[in-house]
């Protein structure tokens, strides 16, 4: 199966595999209007709130938010990866996906099936020097690790030598490029000589989520050696921020959940303790496709990191993003062991589980650690406040009500404050008048302004109606619109049309790499409804008083800071600024142009 697709093939499928007989094949399509209408497969309802537009190859739930093209339905419905959902369709569809044509990637293909076959050999290696040392496998006893786990995660050995693993590949067939690119070996800045990477350590191989050798985790197994852990470098085929440990075994055994952990020994010592279902992030910052990969197997996850200072932040950092990220996320506390491992090691299984029931999600995490933080017992008024003014701003970002009342029921239980006057300290605080205490949040989406629907409006009308861009191209050049997707779109839109050409909503949405850009983006291009031009105009002109706005709010910054630094020439240009912003601002608004 390749696992490069180049777009051009990717709009060969777009154009052949018709969104409409697909779904069709999959779920009862109903038609309605020029659209179709289903029950949708991705949550439980009882009236349809799927819609299908075959005319822009895009779905859309109105009830779940589930939405994109006919590859995204694919890997939703399949719980497929994109390459696989591609693959898929390409097979039924009859489309060749490998052009051998093509040199550069035929090349990078090569290498790539080279990479692997590296990994997997030097795997057996490792795996056979296990059996012959004595000290490894001593170790390896005294971490609990018995012959049947060893086994099942193909934990090896790597000699302490230096060229012990080359000889050994170049004996294979390997090359010494070929050894260095896979990130097994290291070269000698003044010498050019090649060597041995992992050195006296215990290997476990790490594998992607169908169960190729990708690289390798080794931990030494001598107590003086530095570092404890070393990881195989990227590579091209190791790409740290999309794989996660041991999802390959873990997928099988995660019905009810996943149990994310920091490291290799962690899931290896929950799996020898029955523990299957836990997987370990490969660096401590989770990524989008990390996220979306857990998503796809199981929404709920358990995280269970260090529980010194370094893990708390990493905690708190990865459970907020996998909980903006949609997920279900919950966190479990250690207490009198460092990590898991020695959790299991000390306690067991049983015990483990057991704190499951304890675990709390991030906002309960966050406000305990703030509680913590500010004298558990709240022996001081002073303390007591400083925790509810924390509590204000942990809480501040959610928008989701019942789980907003949860929180203030929760704050107001621990602190004794009426709930009431939470309530009314929220409201002030969400208004800017409440100074806030210093505490890290992650910045979650603003709620939705008149300006963004404008810009979601003009990017629906924009991708129905080029004509209408020649009318209004030089005004939509100078609008800003939100950064991110909402501003790529826009300028993806005015490109296509520069270049007179067609804007094709199912193919621009396979351009996207992140899940949420999908549902969202697929939704406003959805959208079905004729638009006059007159609309059209009153949409830009509410992001441009925007912009405007923005603008005078800049220049009013600057203003002050001149006045205060008694720069009186320089304050009264921004003075006229201002005042030349407001007036275009009523010239917009009188309809003068
Ligand atoms: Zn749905």
């Excluded at 962690?266 to 523990?275: F, H, R």
Aim: positive net charge.
């Amino acid at each position: 199966m390749p696992g490069y697709i180049k777009q051009n093939k990717i709009d060969e499928i777009l154009y052949k595999a018709d969104i409409f007989s697909v779904i069709n094949s999959y779920i009862t399509l109903n038609k309605s209007g020029n659209q179709y209408k289903a029950i949708c497969p991705f949550h439980n309802e009882k009236t349809p709130s799927l819609i299908v537009t075959p005319h822009k190859g895009l779905f859309h739930c109105f009830g779940c938010g589930a939405g994109g093209n006919v590859i995204n339905f694919v890997m939703k419905i399949e719980n497929l990866s994109f390459v696989e959902a591609v693959n898929l369709l390409a097979d039924r569809y009859n489309i060749q996906l490998e052009d051998y044509n093509d040199k550069a990637l035929m090349e990078k293909h090569n290498l790539n099936k080279r990479l692997y076959s590296i990994n997997k050999d030097a795997a057996n290696i490792f795996y056979k020097q296990l059996r012959y040392s004595f000290q490894a496998k001593d170790y390896a006893l005294s971490r609990a690790l018995t012959e049947a786990i060893l086994r099942e995660f193909a934990i090896g050995y790597a000699k302490n030598d230096w060229n012990s693993l080359l000889n050994n590949l170049l004996k294979k067939g390997y090359t010494k490029t070929e050894f260095l690119k896979s990130g097994l070996g290291n070269k000698s800045a003044k010498s050019d000589t090649i060597y041995d990477k992992f050195r006296g350590r215990l290997m476990f191989p790490i594998q992607d989520i169908s169960g190729r050798v990708i690289g390798f985790g080794g931990r030494t197994i001598n107590k003086n050696d530095n570092p404890k852990y070393l990881n195989t470098a990227e590579t091209d085929i190791f790409v740290k921020g999309r794989h996660l440990y041991n999802l390959n075994r873990a997928k099988a055994f995660c019905q009810d959940y996943l149990l994310l952990v920091e490291g290799y020994m962690d899931v290896v010592a929950l799996a020898s303790a029955g523990i299957k279902n836990a997987i370990a992030s490969l660096g401590t910052a989770l990524t989008t496709n990390q996220a979306l990969l857990i998503k796809q197997y199981n929404k709920t996850v358990y995280l269970s990191y260090d529980s010194d200072a370094a893990g708390v932040s990493a905690t708190i950092r990865n459970a907020q993003f996998l909980d903006d990220m949609g997920l279900d996320v919950k966190i479990i506390t250690l207490s009198k062991a460092k990590d898991p491992d020695e959790f299991i090691r000390k306690f067991g299984a049983n015990e483990f589980l057991s704190l499951i029931d304890k675990s709390v999600d991030v906002y309960i995490y966050k406000l305990n650690q703030s509680q913590k933080a500010y004298g558990a017992k709240f022996d001081t008024d002073e303390n007591r406040a400083k925790y509810a003014s924390n509590a204000l701003q942990i809480i501040s970002k959610i928008s989701d009500v019942i789980r907003l009342e949860t929180y203030i029921n929760y704050i107001s239980g621990i602190s004794k404050i009426p709930k009431g006057t939470i309530k009314q300290q929220l409201e002030k605080y969400k208004q800017g008048d409440i100074e806030p205490i210093k505490f890290q949040v992650k910045q979650k989406d603003e709620p939705k302004q008149g300006n963004i629907t404008a810009q979601e409006k003009i990017i629906n009308i924009l991708s129905n109606n080029s004509e209408i861009y020649q009318n209004y191209k030089y005004k939509l050049k100078n609008l800003e619109f939100k950064e991110g997707i909402l501003k790529d779109t826009l300028e993806f839109i005015i490109i296509a049309y520069e270049n007179n050409k067609i804007f094709t909503p199912s193919e621009y949405i396979s351009l996207l790499n992140n899940e949420n850009d999908v549902q969202y983006i697929s939704k406003i291009l959805l959208d079905n409804k004729f638009v006059d031009k007159s609309q059209m105009l009153g949409y830009i002109n509410i992001v441009s008083i925007d912009n405007i706005n923005k603008n005078i709010a800049d220049t009013k910054l600057k203003y002050t800071h001149a006045l205060k630094t008694n720069n009186v020439i320089l304050a009264n240009d921004y003075l006229m600024q201002i005042n030349e912003l407001k007036k275009s601002i009523e010239i917009i608004k009188g309809g003068a142009i």
